[in-house]
């Protein structure tokens, strides 16, 4: 039997010499991960990750069967019913969908609160929140690709709420719904924003996200940096971490295929532009809370009027939200880290409260 | 040789080393991987395998019917569909008919009829059958083309496995 540590380490030799790889190592095994009682929320960004991943491989696995344009809805029909496990791959791209939007979620509003947009980390804050964007962006594509009942109105009544902005809905019209209503070339270019344009923008601002964490390391929480050096515990990322972080990823892909498995995504009946909204009609739970704020707005302040005060309002709150580093600069804690804080739980309450109640909104 | 001596005394039997902690847990890891490999690569198989095995099923079919296809002339063929794959009937000079499969025993392409050199023919490397029997004659190709039976009917020529 040929020695094959000695091969390994021949071949490691080779490939060193030419690219150099020590730096790189000893970076990895230098790198540590603080312990401490929150902890627990440095593997949101890896389950965030791994979801990921999870999308790419079912996304392309459905791109095999899937054919947009007017036999979008045939070819799901037929994914869904006729190919083997083809019931199983869209269940778990749609449930996929679903936990990395709300794992993404978790993962802003722990670093939130501990504080990680603070200098030197961003560049990381505004990666995140664009990946965040995407993400909804690409919920929001992928949503109409089956083309049923339900992605002909969800996407009917998404791109009409941009279009009360003055001047706005000739342009949605040409450039993205393609006419004056949802139609097989809306799902064509549905389809390519979501296979090919979103992919191009989103593995490249992911890749810059993921180099800033090596760079930067995992931030402390405020609670952390108040303890003198000595008394703040860690534990190295390879094998220590790494291996939690992979435990982890087993439990979330077991989470998933029950999900898939037990709760499989439906399919209903084929878009009709001739059949009414379906009673009880609602958007994807990560569009509920913007959703309910135009709703409960519209009703003081009806017509055009309360939709762009919806949208105005939104949109303030975003621009907040993504400028909060230059607010709260103070490490130490201070009166501006406070205020901080509670808006940022006043947007988690806001968002919650608003989603909670446009469940029971609903008729 | 002689025989062993039964009754000297044995070696003490070797004793079976316990199974470590790490070699337990290794051979534990190993069954899980392999039966998530397992797990996921059996849906995976089976959902690429799908429109092959619909064309295996396809395969099974017994009989095709062509219409009108008595009225092929003679010294001609047409290529048809039998159970998913090319096939090719020819209507001969002296009124005989044949029908083969049409994809070449070599490397699969599709074959045709050379009415000059009153061979069936493939362009890809130049293979030659017996446009009677199917026959392979020169080049590449290692086998014979398969023959079907060709019933000619009065509207309709019905080909089946021979």
Redesign the interface.
């Known amino acids: 039997m040929p020695d094959l540590k000695k091969i390994g380490t021949a071949l490691y030799a080779w490939v060193n010499e030419r690219l150099d790889l020590e730096p790189m190592l000893k970076h990895a095994r230098a790198k540590t991960v603080p312990v401490h009682k929150h902890t627990f929320w440095y593997y949101w960004g890896g389950i965030s990750l791994c979801l990921f991943v999870v999308q790419v491989v079912t996304g392309i ?1 459905l791109m ?1 069967y899937y054919r947009p344009g007017p036999d979008a809805y045939a070819s799901v029909r037929e994914i869904t019913y ?5 019931w ?2 869209r269940s778990l791209h749609a449930w996929a969908a679903n936990l990395m939007v709300a794992a993404i979620f978790v993962h802003m509003f722990s670093v939130f609160f501990m504080k990680a947009y603070q200098k030197p980390r961003e560049f990381g804050w505004w990666t995140g929140l664009a990946l965040l964007g995407l993400c909804m962006v690409f919920g929001f594509s992928g949503y109409l690709l089956p083309m049923d009942e339900l992605s002909f109105f969800a996407t009917k009544v998404g791109l009409s709420i941009p279009g009360v902005i003055p001047g706005a809905e000739p342009v949605i019209a040409a450039l993205v719904r393609a006419g004056p209503e949802v139609n097989e070339f809306t799902v064509q270019r549905f389809f390519a924003l979501h296979v090919v344009v979103l992919p191009l923008l989103f593995i490249p601002l992911l890749a810059f996200h993921l180099f800033l964490i090596q760079k930067h390391g995992n931030a402390l929480p405020p609670s952390e940096r108040l303890k003198p050096e000595a008394a703040r515990k860690s534990i190295p990322f390879f094998p220590n971490f790494a291996l939690k972080d992979l435990a982890v990823w087993l439990i979330v892909i077991n989470v998933l295929a029950l999900l898939a498995a037990f709760f499989p995504w439906q399919l209903g009946p084929q878009a009709d532009l001739l059949k009414p909204a379906p009673i009880g009609i609602h958007p994807e739970w990560y569009f509920m809370s913007q959703f309910e704020l135009l709703k409960v707005i519209g009703r003081v302040l009806t017509g055009v009027a309360g939709e762009l005060a919806g949208i105005g309002l939104f949109t303030v709150g975003m621009v907040l939200w993504a400028l909060i580093p230059f607010y709260d600069t103070e490490t130490g804690g201070g009166r501006r880290a406070r205020r901080a804080t509670y808006f940022g739980l006043f947007v988690l309450l806001a968002m919650a409260a608003l989603t909670i109640y446009g469940y029971f909104d609903l008729k | 040789m002689t025989k062993p001596d039964l009754l000297a005394p044995q070696p003490p039997a070797e004793t079976v080393p316990p199974l470590s902690r790490r070699k337990f847990v290794k051979a534990g890891m190993a069954v899980a991987g392999a039966a998530y490999a397992a797990a996921l690569g059996y849906p995976l198989y089976r959902y690429l395998a799908t429109p092959a095995e619909h064309a295996d099923a396809l395969a099974a079919v017994k009989e095709v019917t062509l219409a009108e296809a008595d009225k092929l002339p003679r010294e001609s063929a047409m290529l048809f569909k039998f159970a998913g794959r090319p096939a090719l009937l020819l209507h001969h000079a002296d009124d005989t008919w044949t029908a083969l499969t049409a994809v070449c025993t070599h490397l699969g392409c599709t074959v045709q009829f050379d009415k000059d050199r009153k061979a069936i023919y493939c362009a890809c490397h130049g293979g030659l059958y017996d446009p009677k029997t199917g026959a392979n004659i020169s080049g590449p190709p290692p086998k014979p083309l398969l023959n079907y039976k060709a019933q000619v009917l009065p509207g309709k020529v019905v080909v089946s496995r021979a």
Do not use: A, K, P, Q
């Open positions: 696995l095999i006729e190919v083997h496990f083809g199983l791959i």
